[in-house]
C-alpha cells in the first residue's frame, strides 16, 4: 500500500458526531448527573458491608473486582460492534495502520470463529453482569446508605435503578457508541485480542454447546440450511462435537435443577432481598424475565431482518404492522431508541434474575444444594449455573429462533409492548450520558471514525477495495442482517437508517 492509502482523511473527522440542542444537552447533563449519584451510592454499598462479596470478603476486594468487571465488559460489549462490523472490508486497507486489529481479524474471521466468538461472548456478558451483581448490587432489602428518603431507596436500591445506570453507562453504552464508528481503533489493542480468546475458548469448552442443537432444531423446522464457512464435521471432529452438545445438555440440566431446587428451597437471595415474595412467585418471576430477556434478544435480530424488506412484507397480522410502523416511522428513526430502551431492560432483567438465582448457602453449613461438596458449593456461588441457564434459554435460543422466524416475532403482540416499553425508557434519557463519556473516551484515546483510515464503502468501491458480500445470515447470533452497519457508513446509533423502501425508490428515480 501507499502512503497515500493509508493517509488519514480528516474530513471524515465528525462524521458521526451529535449535533448538541438545547434538549440534548439537559438529557446528557441530568444522565451524567444520575451516573455520577449511581457510583456514589455503589462504592458506599461497598464500604458499609452491605454487598454480598464485601460482605464476606472485603470492601476493598468488592471495589476492584467490580471496576476490573466493568472494565472487561465493556471490552467485551465494544468488541462485538468491531467484529461484526469489520468482515467485509479488506483487511489490506488497515493491516498497517492497525496490526492488532489485523491480528483480531485474521482470527475471528477465520472459518466459523466469528460464531465461536460470539457464542462464548454471550455467556461472558451473562456472567461478568452477575459478578457485578455480586459487587455492587444491595444483599439485602433493609440495605440504607447515605439517608435517602424511602421513596428514593426504593427507586435506586429495591429497584436497582442504580446498578443499571451504573453498568449501562460505564459497561455497555459507552465502548458500544465508540466501537460502532470506531472499530478500527478499538480492538487496535492485545486486550481485545485476549477477551476474543477467552470468548473462542469458552466456546470450544463445549459448556454453551447444547445452543447448536437447537440451531439444527430450527434450521430443520424453518426450511434454512445453516451457512457455513467449513466443511461438513466428519470422524473425530464429528464425535467431539456431539459428545460436547451432550455435555452441554447435562450442564443445562443440572444447572437449571440447581436454580429450581434452590428457589423451592428458600436457598437463593430472593429471599433475603425480598422476603415478602413466595417460592413459587420466584419461580414464576425468574421465567418470566427469562422470556422478556429472550424477546428482547431476538427482537433486535428480527427487526434488522425486517428493515431489508419491503413494508408490505414486514408484517403479515395487525400487531406486526403496528410494530413496524411505529418501528420504521420517520425512516426508522425509532430503530435506535430501541436499540438503547432494549439495553436498559435486558440489563435490568439480568440484576433481577442474578438476585433471583444467585445462592445464599453458606459453604460448611452443611446446607449445600444436592449435598455437593463444600467446593462445588463455593463454585455454585459464583452464579457460573445462573449464567449458562440464563445464556442457553434466555439469550441464543430466542436470538437463533428470530433469525430463523423474523415474521413470527414481528406479529407477536408481546412485541408491540415492549417496543413501547423500550422507546419510553429511551425518551427518559437515563443512559443519555453514555455519549458524554463516549466523547471523552474518545478523546482521551484518540479514536478516529472508520472512515478516516479506510473511507466510506463508497469510496473503498471506487478505489478497487469494494465490501464483500455475505449469504443470507440464517440460524446465525447475528442472523438476519445484525452484522453491524458498513464500515464508514450511517448506522442505528447516529439516527434514522435508510429504510428498503427508500433506497427502492432512490433507485427508481435515478434509473
Request: proline fraction near 4%.
Amino acid at each position: 500500500m501507499t502512503d497515500a492509502e493509508i493517509a488519514k482523511d480528516t474530513s471524515h473527522a465528525d462524521s458521526h458526531d451529535v449535533k448538541l440542542t438545547p434538549f440534548t444537552i439537559f438529557r446528557y447533563t441530568y444522565s451524567v448527573i444520575l451516573l455520577i449519584f449511581s457510583i456514589v451510592l455503589v462504592v458506599a454499598l461497598m464500604f458499609t458491608g452491605n454487598t454480598k462479596l464485601a460482605s464476606d470478603v472485603s470492601p476493598w476486594a468488592a471495589l476492584f473486582v467490580c471496576i476490573a468487571a466493568v472494565v472487561w465488559l465493556s471490552m467485551i460489549e465494544g468488541q462485538q460492534a468491531s467484529l461484526v462490523g469489520l468482515p467485509p472490508v479488506d483487511p489490506e486497507l488497515y493491516k498497517d495502520t492497525h496490526p492488532v486489529t489485523y491480528l483480531n481479524a485474521a482470527t475471528a474471521f477465520l472459518g466459523d470463529n466469528l460464531d465461536r466468538y460470539l457464542m462464548g461472548r454471550q455467556f461472558m456478558v451473562l456472567l461478568v453482569v452477575f459478578i457485578i451483581n455480586l459487587c455492587g448490587a444491595p444483599s439485602s432489602g433493609d440495605a440504607d446508605v447515605l439517608g435517602m428518603p424511602g421513596w428514593l431507596k426504593t427507586i435506586f436500591l429495591d429497584v436497582g435503578l442504580g446498578m443499571i445506570i451504573f453498568t449501562c453507562q460505564l459497561g455497555q453504552l459507552t465502548t458500544q457508541v465508540n466501537a460502532s464508528h470506531c472499530m478500527l481503533d478499538f480492538i487496535n489493542n492485545y486486550f481485545a485480542l485476549f477477551t476474543l480468546y477467552v470468548a473462542m475458548t469458552i466456546e470450544f469448552s463445549g459448556v454453551m454447546h447444547s445452543s447448536y442443537l437447537i440451531q439444527n432444531i430450527l434450521s430443520v423446522l424453518s426450511g434454512k440450511p445453516i451457512q457455513t464457512n467449513e466443511e461438513p464435521k466428519t470422524g473425530l471432529t464429528f464425535a467431539f462435537f456431539w459428545g460436547r452438545v451432550l455435555m452441554s445438555l447435562a450442564i443445562l440440566g443440572f444447572s437449571l435443577a440447581v436454580i429450581v431446587a434452590a428457589l423451592f428451597q428458600g436457598k437463593t437471595m430472593m429471599v433475603v432481598k425480598y422476603p415478602g415474595v413466595p417460592n413459587g412467585a420466584s419461580i414464576f418471576l425468574f421465567f418470566f424475565l427469562c422470556s422478556i430477556v429472550g424477546m428482547l434478544e431476538g427482537m433486535q435480530i428480527a427487526f434488522f431482518a425486517v428493515a431489508k424488506l419491503p413494508a408490505n412484507e414486514r408484517g403479515t397480522s395487525l400487531f406486526g404492522r403496528k410494530t413496524c410502523d411505529l418501528l420504521f416511522k420517520g425512516n426508522g428513526q425509532n430503530l435506535p431508541g430501541f436499540m438503547i430502551g432494549r439495553q436498559l431492560t435486558v440489563v435490568a432483567s439480568f440484576f433481577i434474575v442474578a438476585s433471583i438465582t444467585s445462592m445464599n448457602i453458606q459453604p460448611g453449613s452443611g446446607d449445600n444444594i444436592f449435598g455437593v461438596s463444600d467446593g462445588a458449593q463455593a463454585f455454585l456461588n459464583l452464579g457460573f449455573h445462573a449464567a449458562v441457564v440464563t445464556t442457553i434459554i434466555a439469550s441464543i435460543t430466542w436470538q437463533l429462533a428470530a433469525s430463523a422466524f423474523p415474521i413470527a416475532f414481528l406479529n407477536n403482540p408481546v412485541t408491540y409492548i415492549l417496543l413501547c416499553f423500550a422507546l419510553f425508557l429511551e425518551w427518559t434519557g437515563l443512559c443519555a450520558g453514555a455519549w458524554v463519556l463516549a466523547r471523552i473516551m474518545k478523546k482521551a484515546l484518540k479514536y478516529e471514525y472508520d472512515e478516516v483510515y479506510v473511507g466510506t464503502p463508497e469510496e473503498r468501491a471506487a478505489n478497487n477495495h469494494a465490501d464483500k458480500d455475505f449469504a443470507d445470515d440464517a440460524g446465525k447470533l447475528y442472523g438476519g442482517g445484525f452484522r453491524g452497519h458498513a464500515v464508514g457508513s450511517h448506522d442505528a446509533l447516529d439516527g434514522p437508517i435508510e429504510s428498503k423502501d427508500a433506497i427502492d425508490e432512490e433507485a427508481v428515480e435515478t434509473a
